[in-house]
T-cell receptor, first 114, second 117 residues
Framework: AQKVTQAQTEISVVEKEDVTLDCVYETRDTTYYLFWYKQPPSGELVFLIRRNSFDEQNEISGRYSWNFQKSTSSFNFTITASQVVDSAVYFCALSEGRDDKIIFGKGTRLHILP | GAVVSQHPSRVICKSGTSVKIECRSLDFQATTMFWYRQFPKQSLMLMATSNEGSKATYEQGVEKDKFLINHASLTLSTLTVTSAHPEDSSFYIC?????????????FGPGTRLLVL
């Protein structure tokens, strides 16, 4: 069975600090997809990234970066120079095979303090 | 990117009534759509997979007679909460799967907040 664990329930950092959100996943499939979504207070999910299991390259997009390590089954997300607008709930998620059901972690609520 | 809409965005109803939520893919066809439920400060939980032209597949613990799903066309899936009760109050989110060549991507709708009084 697939499973996603986000051990950090809530994190608070001061603006401009870097912050890393952890994600550990479990799956028996060799082909799977990992996702990160942002959910601001409005509730609408904002897609951040999708990574397939065969691509272990780390990714950087502006202030966002992702570290995918199959050896530790982790897909961590780092925000550098955090801003107040980054405050939201962040979900890590997993789907197996051909992008079927997406299973979400419990989310990490991130507070960026001015 | 592709757009998925939901209607209504917010609904308040009395206990015992039925509520229908629509999920539409606006610029692509979706043979498969998914329905999620999110209680306050909790994660999204998959309720069911909606397949165009066939019966929905429900996740364990989800009552199919209470949450009726109809995927009547390639761009529309509806979720009807029958005989709603206050414990059904939640945020309902749909997603639609687009297949483009070898790539499959899911796009999420903006969600529907249901409050049952």
């Amino acid at each position: 069975a697939q499973k996603v664990t986000q051990a950090q329930t809530e994190i608070s950092v001061v603006e401009k600090e870097d912050v890393t959100l952890d994600c550990v996943y479990e799956t028996r499939d060799t082909t799977y997809y990992l996702f990160w979504y942002k959910q601001p207070p409005s509730g609408e999910l904002v897609f951040l990234i999708r990574r397939n299991s065969f691509d272990e390259q780390n990714e950087i997009s502006g202030r966002y970066s992702w570290n995918f390590q199959k050896s530790t089954s982790s897909f961590n997300f780092t925000i550098t120079a955090s801003q107040v607008v980054d405050s939201a709930v962040y979900f890590c998620a997993l789907s197996e095979g051909r992008d079927d059901k997406i299973i979400f972690g419990k989310g990490t609520r991130l507070h960026i303090l001015p | 990117g592709a757009v998925v809409s939901q209607h209504p965005s917010r609904v308040i109803c009395k206990s015992g009534t039925s509520v229908k939520i629509e999920c539409r893919s606006l610029d692509f066809q979706a043979t498969t759509m998914f329905w999620y439920r999110q209680f306050p400060k909790q994660s999204l939980m998959l309720m069911a997979t909606s397949n165009e032209g066939s019966k929905a597949t429900y996740e364990q613990g989800v009552e199919k007679d209470k949450f009726l799903i109809n995927h009547a066309s390639l761009t529309l899936s509806t979720l009807t909460v029958t005989s709603a009760h206050p414990e059904d109050s939640s945020f309902y989110i749909c997603s639609a799967r687009e297949t483009s060549g070898y790539q499959e991507t899911q796009y999420f709708g903006p969600g529907t907040r249901l409050l049952v009084l």
